[in-house]
């Protein structure tokens, strides 16, 4: 147990779908993150919250859409995704944006 | 873009051997960390490094913080079957926000 908590652990979805996955961190820090992990790829930041504002956006597509309606809560928004997006999606949070790293157990994507 | 290059990229050990394992970058970094994921987990972190050659040890884990600060390794001594899982390396500039993680090394132990 990380203090970081993701919602669902395991998604499929069809590529007209609309689904979003959650992430609660019970650590009182105040930077968040989304990062994809696909397999035999180095995990690939896609955005940076501190203090609720995006501070980072890693060229990331607008199908993906992230939301942080507070420290403690981030969402990520996924509309009309490809086949190519299933991965491993992790959420973590750190104190602040030049603390180390605490990660989620991550939701599992499938998009078909 | 910044790059790390960690190696090997997988192993297989047997219980009780020690293993190392690195990463190197072109480039300088002020923090590097190693962490570790098992199936179905997040990467948990294992050490974290903030100076150039600081040696740090957690239990049967110890990583040093290369001289350059373009190269970081990790060591387990005495393996054991719960040291099994995908260690990634990551370098950090200005902090968290900027981390860049290697490839991972998959670690394999035959009991």
């Known amino acids: 147990e990380t203090g970081v908590t993701q919602t669902p652990r395991h998604l499929v979805m069809g590529m007209t779908n609309k689904k979003s996955l959650k992430c609660e961190q019970h650590?009182?820090?105040?930077?968040m993150y989304w990062y994809k992990q696909s397999a035999k790829k180095p995990l690939e930041l896609m955005f940076v919250?501190?203090?609720?504002?995006?501070?980072e956006n890693n060229s990331v597509p607008s199908r993906f859409s992230p939301e942080c309606p507070n420290s403690s809560h981030l969402f990520l928004h996924l509309h009309t995704l490809q086949p190519e997006d299933s991965a491993l999606y992790l959420c973590?949070?750190?104190?602040?944006?030049?603390?180390?790293?605490?990660f989620g157990s991550g939701t599992q994507l499938s998009v078909l | 873009g910044q790059q790390l290059n960690q190696s090997p990229q997988s192993m297989f050990i047997q219980e009780g051997e020690d293993v190392s394992m690195n990463c190197t970058s072109s480039?300088?970094?002020?923090?590097w960390l190693w962490y570790k994921q098992e199936p179905g987990e997040g990467p948990v972190l294992l050490i974290a490094l903030y100076k150039a050659g600081e040696l740090t040890s957690n239990g049967r884990l110890t990583a040093q913080f290369g001289i350059t600060r373009k190269d970081s390794f990790l060591n387990i001594s005495a393996s054991i079957p719960s040291d099994v899982g995908i260690y990634f390396c990551a370098g950090g500039i200005q902090g968290a926000q900027k981390l860049v993680f290697g490839q991972g090394t998959r670690l394999t132990i035959n009991p």
């Open positions: 480039s300088i970094f002020n923090t």
């Open positions: 650590l009182g820090h105040n930077a």
């Open positions: 919250y501190n203090f609720k504002e995006q501070t």
């Open positions: 973590a949070s750190s104190r602040t944006e030049n603390e180390k790293l605490f």
